[in-house]
C-alpha cells in the first residue's frame, strides 16, 4: 500500500504526483488512454508546467503559436497558446510524474473499494491496478459524479480532425449566431474544427458528422480553414458546461481538476486551473499525512481554492460572451451572458484570518486583505504583514527610521521591513511619506 493513490492522468493527477513525491510521499498513479483531442494551453498553465518540473512535457507543448479572434465583428491577434496533441502532452505528463519518483499502473478503474488500511482500485475483472492510505480522484469528467454545486448552461463541443498540407502552427476562434468555434492547425498538417453550441442545439439521434459537415459549410472561417483538407474519421461530441462540484474532501479523499470543476473552454483556463488545483491539492495532503486534526482548516482552503479558481475561470468566459453584442437574442448567447458566474464573497479590507499555503502546508495565518487579492497578503519581502501593522501600532510617532524600528521589533532585517512598510504604504495601509517605509535598493517584493 502506497502513500497516496491518484486515479487518472492527466493534468491534474500527473503535476499532483509530482508535487507529492518531491514532498516525500510515495504515489500510485493509475490511468488509461485519453480520448483523443487537440487543445491550445494558455502561457500560464506551460508555466505551471514548468514550475511542477514536468519538462518533458514543456518540451511537448513547444512554442507558442499565433491566435487570431473574430468576436463582436472585430478582429485581433491575441496572446498566443502552445498547440497540443493531448495524447502526446499526456504521455511525456505520466513520463515526468515516473521521472520524478510516481508508480504508474496502466489500467481502466473501475471500482474502489475502502478497506481498514486505505483504498484499492481494481479494473473490470477484479484485477488490483492500485492501492494507497490516500484516494485522489483526477479522472476528470469521466470520473463519477458527485454533487454539482453551481452549473453554466449546457454546452457541447462538436469537433472534427482533417487532414491537410503542412503549415505553420496557429489558432483562431470566432463566433456565430448560434455559438462559436475553435480553430487549429498543426505543424503536421492536421487541423481542427471544433464548434461550441447549446446543448439543445442538436436534434436528438442526429448524425453528428453530417451536422458537423453542414455547419462548417455554411460558415466561411470553418470552410476556408479546412480548404484541401480530407477529414480524418467522423466528428466527436464531448460535453464542455462549465460545472463545479463538491471536492469531496475527507480526511483520506480528494477530487482534484476537472472531476472537481470543470471550466467553460472559452476561458482557455482549464489545463491552467487543473495544474493549479493539483498545486493546492498536495499542500492539502501533505497536511493532512501529519496532522489529520487540521481538516477544518484543509476544508476551508480547499473549498476557497476551488470556487476562486472556477468564479475566475468562469468571468473570463462571461466577458467574452458579453461582448459578442451582434445575437444578444440568440438562446446560446442569452443564456451565456445572463448566467452570472457565483461572485466571490467579498470581505472588509484589512487583516483577516484565512487558510493559507506556507512552506507547502497549510495553515490558518492573519493575512492583509485588499479588494485586488481578496485571497489576502501574508508577506511582502518575507515579513508577514499583519505583526508589522501591530509593530507599527506600538509605536506611533512616524518619526525616525521607523523601518530599524520595526525590524528590530521583529528581528527582521531593516531592508526588508522598509520594502514590505512601502507596499503597506502604497496600498493606503500607511501615510504614503512615511520615513523609513521606502523601497531601498536591492530590495524585492513577494507575496
Ligand atoms: C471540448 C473541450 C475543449 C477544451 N479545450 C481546452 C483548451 O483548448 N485549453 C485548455 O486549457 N483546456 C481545454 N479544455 C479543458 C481541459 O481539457 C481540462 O480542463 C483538463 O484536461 C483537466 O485536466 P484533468 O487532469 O483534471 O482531467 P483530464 O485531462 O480529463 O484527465 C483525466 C485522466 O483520467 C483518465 N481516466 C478517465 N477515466 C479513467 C478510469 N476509469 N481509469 C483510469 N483512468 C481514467 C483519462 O484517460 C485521463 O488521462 C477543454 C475541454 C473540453 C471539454
Redesign the pocket.
Known amino acids: 500500500m502506497t502513500d497516496v493513490l491518484i486515479?487518472?492522468?492527466?493534468?491534474?493527477?500527473?503535476?499532483l504526483a509530482r508535487r507529492l513525491t518531491a514532498l516525500g510521499h510515495v504515489v500510485t498513479l493509475?490511468?488509461?488512454?485519453?480520448?483523443r483531442?487537440?487543445?491550445?494551453?494558455?502561457l500560464r498553465?506551460v508555466e505551471g508546467l514548468r514550475r511542477a518540473g514536468c519538462l518533458q512535457a514543456v518540451t511537448v507543448a513547444g512554442r507558442p503559436a499565433a491566435r487570431r479572434v473574430e468576436w463582436n465583428g472585430q478582429h485581433t491577434a491575441l496572446n498566443g497558446?502552445h498547440l497540443v496533441d493531448?495524447g502526446h502532452l499526456?504521455d511525456a505528463l505520466l513520463r515526468d510524474a515516473a521521472d520524478g519518483g510516481a508508480i504508474l499502473c496502466h489500467?481502466?478503474?473501475?471500482a474502489i473499494e475502502r478497506g481498514t488500511e486505505g483504498w484499492r482500485?481494481v479494473?473490470t475483472t477484479g484485477v488490483t491496478?492500485g492501492s494507497g492510505r490516500f484516494l485522489v480522484e483526477?479522472?476528470?469528467?469521466?470520473?463519477p459524479n458527485a454533487p454539482a454545486r453551481e452549473s453554466g448552461p449546457r454546452t457541447l463541443?462538436i469537433?472534427r480532425v482533417y487532414q491537410g498540407s503542412a503549415r505553420r502552427a496557429g489558432s483562431a476562434a470566432f463566433s456565430f449566431a448560434d455559438g462559436w468555434a475553435?480553430l487549429?492547425a498543426l505543424p503536421d498538417g492536421r487541423r481542427v474544427v471544433?464548434l461550441?453550441i447549446d446543448g439543445a442545439a442538436i436534434p436528438a439521434r442526429a448524425d453528428l458528422t453530417a451536422w458537423h459537415a453542414a455547419m462548417v459549410a455554411s460558415l466561411p472561417q470553418a470552410t476556408g480553414w479546412i480548404a484541401d483538407c480530407t477529414p480524418i474519421g467522423d466528428a466527436e461530441v464531448?460535453?464542455?458546461t462549465a460545472i463545479r462540484r463538491s471536492p469531496g474532501l475527507e480526511v483520506d479523499r480528494l477530487r482534484?481538476?476537472?472531476?472537481?470543476f470543470?471550466?467553460d473552454?472559452l476561458s482557455?483556463?482549464?489545463?491552467?486551473?487543473?495544474?493549479a488545483?493539483?498545486f493546492a491539492a498536495a499542500a492539502a495532503i501533505d497536511t493532512l499525512a501529519t496532522d489529520p486534526a487540521a481538516l477544518p482548516v484543509v476544508g476551508r482552503f480547499v473549498d476557497d481554492r476551488c470556487a476562486e479558481l472556477f468564479a475566475h475561470a468562469a468571468e473570463a468566459g462571461n466577458q467574452f460572451y458579453r461582448a459578442e453584442e451582434r445575437w444578444v437574442d440568440r438562446p446560446f448567447w442569452r443564456h451565456r451572458a445572463a448566467w452570472p458566474p457565483a461572485p466571490l464573497p467579498s470581505a472588509d479590507r484589512g487583516i483577516h484570518s484565512r487558510a493559507v499555503v506556507v512552506n507547502d502546508r497549510i495553515e490558518e495565518r492573519r493575512v492583509l486583505v485588499t479588494p485586488a487579492l481578496p485571497r489576502g497578503v501574508l508577506a511582502i519581502a518575507g515579513i508577514e504583514l499583519s505583526p508589522l501593522l501591530e509593530s507599527v501600532a506600538i509605536e506611533p510617532s512616524l518619526g525616525g527610521d521607523l523601518a530599524d524600528r520595526c525590524g528590530r521589533q521583529l528581528g527582521q532585517p531593516a531592508g526588508h521591513v522598509a520594502v514590505a512598510l512601502a507596499w503597506l504604504a502604497t496600498n493606503g495601509f500607511l501615510p504614503r511619506d512615511l520615513p523609513g517605509a521606502k523601497s531601498r535598493p536591492g530590495q524585492s517584493r513577494q507575496r
Open positions: 486515479l487518472g492522468g492527466g493534468p491534474a493527477g500527473t503535476v493509475v490511468t488509461c488512454a485519453r480520448r483531442a487537440i487543445e491550445g494551453l494558455s498553465a497558446e493531448r499526456d489500467g481502466t478503474a473501475a482500485v479494473d491496478l483526477a479522472r476528470g469528467r469521466r470520473a463541443a469537433g475553435w487549429a471544433q461550441f464531448s460535453d464542455a482534484i481538476g476537472d472531476a472537481a470543470a471550466v473552454p482557455g483556463h482549464g489545463v491552467f486551473a487543473a495544474v488545483w493539483a
